[in-house]
């Protein structure tokens, strides 16, 4: 077990990539990933790392960059942010559908305009059919420990996807934090040596990557794709029980907070659990029956599972930190109530947009999302189906 | 290529990549031409330009010498006509073509 250390969430991921030793990082800047990049030029600078890094003029670059390194045959990774990951956005359906598991943190911040460099999750759920595997974390513990942990899963035989991982913007990736590192034979032994599947550098082999494919063969590797975002869900499990062992610290594609007896529950993902947590914890005191649920993994989405954890509550609410704008509601909110319409009776799940460009999630918010499933379990009634919560009027 | 001979997507690399060399033979191109070149052999000097200049590989040489096009490569382009420095090559409308033979 590693002695606690105190780092930012950037500063930690930027260490678990020093940890990884990636063949090549191709990166450009952007707030408020940056220090991700910044912090891990200067372990190549000071050769602590074995990496080529490629500085590239913009982040459709940076992207085509680690697809060519990765088709090379190399563990390649990369960071950025919203509107920088917007403009890779071409790269990401390349990157997956020429199966190569580049690995790259998201430090998820608002997207533009009006110009907004705070977290909030429009970046990564607008990538969420990009055939990209979607892990979020909570804290820096969980950015760092889930980005050992994709190297693993997005590299398996039977998975072969690129993996984002990602962090709310400043207020993970810029705040102090205790968390333990692993030791750097911990990381090198647990992602062990990259196999990489067809690389080009292999001139005993000569493949071709990116050929035309047509109304013949499209469909059918389209279809690959599906099954490999299946396959990886056991992947995804079998990787989190092996860093357990090593780590001591447990993962699933989600975890649940005091809902086993729960009769109405908060689902969210990323850093605003911890507020639901403390409030969740006050609630009970004066006997209210609710829980949490925290989503880790969106991609795959884990239907199945979710229905199984969530099928005994009454009412539900799905917090999403993006907006969807004209659909059925906020992206994760559309695919849990989704998730539980095979469910006979299902819970009642309503939907709260929060937290957009950076606003906080304060203790009243999460007070009132109780207050409102409170008032849906007593009287079956949904009233207000999304509310936008922290928001003036 | 018919329908009966395309695999399904268990038994296909994965992610489009193409894993074996050289097997731009079994794509045949020449169903893409509009115009047709036709070789004028009294013309030709042998340079090789054309066989040079063909992006499909189609200009078949034997001993040195041009033997022909190879029509079910060559797509048409006009590349070995423009280039060939005898004007040995003339492209014909292939419907005109087509209609003659």
Same mark, same amino acid.
């Given at each position: 077990m590693g002695k606690p250390v105190a780092m930012t969430g950037n500063i930690a991921v930027a260490n678990a990539m020093r940890q990884i030793n990636p063949d090549v990082c191709a990166a450009y800047p952007i707030t408020p990933s940056t220090e991700v990049m910044q912090q891990f030029a200067s372990f190549v600078a000071d050769g602590k790392v074995d990496t080529e890094l490629v500085t590239a003029e913009s982040e459709h670059s940076a992207m085509s960059a680690c697809i060519g390194a990765a088709a090379a045959g190399g563990r390649v990774m990369t960071a950025t942010s919203a509107n920088g990951l917007a403009l890779m956005w071409e790269m990401l359906y390349i990157a997956s559908g020429n199966r190569l598991p580049i690995v790259m943190t998201v430090v998820n911040r608002a997207l533009s305009a009006p110009i907004n460099i705070h977290g909030d999750h429009s970046d990564g759920m607008g990538a969420r059919d990009s055939g990209w595997i979607q892990i979020y974390s909570e804290n820096a513990q969980e950015a760092y420990d889930n980005l050992i942990q994709a190297v693993v899963i997005g590299q398996h035989r039977d998975v072969r996807l690129p993996v984002m991982v990602g962090m709310d913007g400043?207020?993970?990736?810029?705040s102090i934090e205790n968390l333990e590192l692993l030791s750097d034979q911990e990381v090198k032994d647990f992602i062990g040596e990259y196999l990489p #599947?067809?690389? %080009? %550098?292999?001139i005993k082999q000569p493949v071709t990557y990116g050929p035309l494919d047509l109304q013949d063969y499209y469909s059918e590797h389209k279809r690959q794709q599906a099954e490999a975002m299946k396959l990886a869900k056991p992947v995804i499990l079998k990787v989190a029980q092996d860093f357990a062992a090593l780590s001591g610290r447990k993962y699933g594609f989600f975890e649940t907070y005091r #809902?086993?007896?729960?009769e109405m529950a908060i689902l969210t993902l990323g850093s605003s659990a911890g507020t639901a947590r403390f409030v969740i914890d006050r609630a009970r005191e004066q006997g209210v029956k609710v829980g949490l649920i925290k989503l880790r993994?969106?991609?795959?989405?884990?239907m199945k599972e979710l229905q199984a954890a969530l099928g005994h509550l009454k009412a539900l609410a799905v917090m999403d930190r993006c907006d969807s704008f /004209?659909?059925? /509601?906020g992206p994760v909110f559309s695919e849990v109530r989704s998730a539980l319409?095979? %469910?006979?009776?299902?819970p009642a799940v309503v939907n709260y947009i929060y937290g #957009? /460009? /950076?606003r906080d999630l304060g203790i009243a918010h999460i007070e009132q999302v109780i207050r409102d499933l409170q008032e849906i379990r007593q009287t079956g009634c949904i009233r207000e189906l999304l509310t936008y919560l922290t928001v003036r009027e | 290529m018919s329908t009966n001979e395309l695999k399904g997507w268990k038994e296909i690399p994965i992610g @489009?990549?193409?894993?074996?060399?050289?097997?731009?033979?079994?794509?045949? +191109? @020449?169903?893409?031409? +509009?115009f047709r070149p036709l070789m004028d052999g009294q013309l030709c000097?042998?340079?090789l330009f054309c066989w040079i200049y063909c992006p499909d590989s189609a200009i078949e040489v034997e001993d040195g010498k041009?033997?022909?096009?190879?029509?079910?490569? =060559?797509?048409? =382009?006009g590349i070995c006509a423009r280039e060939c420095p005898a004007k040995a090559i003339q492209m014909i409308e292939e419907a005109k073509v087509s209609a003659g033979e």
């Open positions: 400043f207020i993970i990736s810029h #599947l067809y690389p %080009l %550098l292999n #809902l086993d007896d729960a993994v969106f991609r795959p989405f884990p /004209g659909a059925a /509601g319409y095979d %469910l006979s009776p299902h #957009l /460009g /950076g | @489009g990549v193409i894993v074996e060399a050289g097997n731009s033979a079994r794509y045949e +191109t @020449g169903g893409w031409r +509009t000097k042998n340079c041009v033997k022909g096009i190879n029509l079910r490569y =060559c797509k048409g =382009c």
